[in-house]
């Protein structure tokens, strides 16, 4: 079975996006869904014109579209929702109990939740983010005691993308440092990252799956080969037991998974 999905939105879209691929995940067992992305339907002509596509749409494939929406213009919502699709407000489930539990009605304002509504905390952003990628792979070791957490790990074993997640999503400062030749000949870490020890976080990968992601990067190369895989993650994981840190497995973890788990941790 095939299905077309819109997530659609007066805004950026991502809330719409999220809380819907959330639910789709749940039946892509036995539906393959084709998605569409239609940020800033902001308005009326916009919103006509999207639902003239969902008409055409429904004749072409005969079955309705189905609709993610955080829409909170009611005329663009009923233009949209007047269409021939499955028309799912994402806001209606929560608003409502949320309003009567405060005493206070909803704003009805536009992109609040990823909108740019305050210049201070969107420097702060801006620098939590920066921060990740000058600290990335040990580049600037200097700035490690700034850092909330630091990753260590195998070359690609997930440290870069996952700091740069938390980064984003959580306001975290996040460093990383990968284990080379050198740190595993000396059996120790660089005195930098014993003196912030108690924000490392280890993380590890299997060799087999490692192997296949560096061999996309360096075909044929000894740093893609099996055995260096083998003996990297061997050599890290004895460093990581002796140093008592906490470690993590992203062989079969999604980056979000990941980050999740390291919020717990710290």
Same mark, same amino acid.
């Given at each position: 079975m095939r299905r077309t999905v819109f997530f659609v939105s007066e805004s950026t879209g991502i809330t719409a996006e999220t809380l819907g691929q959330s639910l789709l995940s749940q039946f892509a067992h036995s539906v393959e869904f084709k998605t569409v992305y239609m940020p800033f339907i902001n308005t009326?002509?916009?919103a006509r014109e999207l639902a003239e596509r969902l008409k055409q749409l429904n004749e072409l494939e005969g079955?309705?579209?189905?609709v993610f929406a955080t829409m909170p213009e009611e005329d663009i919502r009923a233009v949209l929702s007047s269409s021939p699709c499955l028309y799912i407000e994402l806001f209606d489930t929560f608003i409502g109990p949320l309003a009567k539990e405060l005493g206070v009605g909803p704003s009805g304002k536009r992109g609040?939740?990823? #909108?740019f509504s305050n210049g201070d905390s969107y420097e702060h952003r801006?620098?939590?983010i920066n921060f990740a990628m000058t600290n990335d792979d040990g580049a600037r070791l200097d700035k490690f005691d700034q850092a909330d957490v630091i990753l260590i790990g195998v070359s690609?074993?997930?440290?870069?993308p996952t700091c740069l997640y938390l980064a984003i999503h959580f306001d975290i400062k996040a460093a990383n440092y990968p284990l080379t030749e050198e740190d595993f000949e000396r059996g120790r870490l660089p005195q930098v990252l014993m003196n912030n020890r108690d924000k490392l976080i280890a993380l590890t990968i299997d060799p087999l799956r490692l192997h296949r992601i560096r061999e996309e990067r360096r075909? #044929?190369?000894r740093y893609a080969s099996l055995n260096s895989c083998r003996r990297e993650v061997q050599e890290a994981e004895e460093m990581f037991r002796r140093l008592g840190l906490k470690v993590l497995d992203t062989t079969s973890h999604s980056i979000e998974e990941i980050s999740s788990l390291i919020m717990k941790a710290i």
């Open positions: 009326m002509e916009r079955v309705r579209p189905i609040l939740t990823h #909108g801006m620098n939590i690609r074993s997930g440290k870069t075909p #044929g190369s």
